[in-house]
């Protein structure tokens, strides 16, 4: 598995784009990026995923680096229901969870 | 809503003793997933299942198992329980299980081991 590092926390603001930024410079080439998010102890929710061209759909954009050793999560326009824990993983379907990111959205 | 669900919301108990979760794919859904969150240890995979057999293991502890029935619902089994086992309970669910398919997360079993 490769592993993740993520800040722990960052702050936003209702409206702005949220960039959210994952190093994994241990990804191996079978290894996907997954973002999901979670808000307080509900079900993880899945976000977006990507193996090495940008993906984009309704929640977000990922913006994976040529040499796939980072990414950036992008949250067009955040809202206050955007708040929560943000995950980056980078691997195969045994998803390993780590720390993750705590956004919080201000009005 | 998800459309995986699980049973119970909650569960308290002792410890020494044994409970069962269960999950409920979505409909379609041929894998199931097993995750335990903790305070300390943060959201770990458990287990997983595919149409009914064993597919990968990960941290599960050998006083737990788990088994996906022909219907395709799930159980995780916890027996002999000590305080470190309380925790949520998650489980998920997806189409087929390669690694791109996004997983669809229930509601979870929060477990209290008095």
């Known amino acids: 598995d490769a592993k993740t590092t993520q800040p722990p926390s960052m702050d936003c603001a209702e409206g702005r784009a949220a960039n959210l930024p994952c190093n994994h410079s241990t990804i191996s080439g079978n290894e996907y990026v997954y973002w999901y998010r979670q808000i307080h102890s509900q079900g993880p929710q899945y976000i977006i995923h990507g193996l090495k061209n940008n993906e984009t759909n309704e929640m977000a954009s990922l913006i994976i680096t040529e040499d796939r050793k980072s990414s950036t999560l992008i949250l067009p326009h955040a809202t206050l229901r955007d708040t929560a824990v943000y995950y980056c993983i980078a691997n195969d379907y045994k998803l390993s969870f780590g720390a993750g990111t705590t956004v919080t959205v201000r009005a | 809503d998800s459309g995986v669900t699980q049973t119970p919301k909650h569960l308290i108990t002792a410890t020494g003793q044994r409970v069962t979760l269960r999950c409920s794919p979505r409909?379609?859904?041929?894998?199931v997933y097993w995750y335990q969150q903790s305070l300390d240890q943060g959201l770990q995979f458990l287990i997983q299942y595919y149409n009914g057999e064993e597919r990968a293991k990960g941290n599960i502890l050998e006083r737990f198992s788990a088994q996906q029935f022909p219907d395709l619902h799930s159980e995780l089994n916890l027996s002999s329980l000590e305080l470190g086992d309380s925790a949520l309970y998650f489980c998920?669910?997806?189409?087929?299980?390669?690694?791109?398919?996004?997983?669809?997360f229930g509601p979870g079993t929060r477990l209290t081991v008095l």
């Open positions: 998920a669910s997806s189409l087929a299980g390669d690694p791109y398919n996004e997983q669809f």
């Open positions: 409909s379609g859904d041929l894998s």
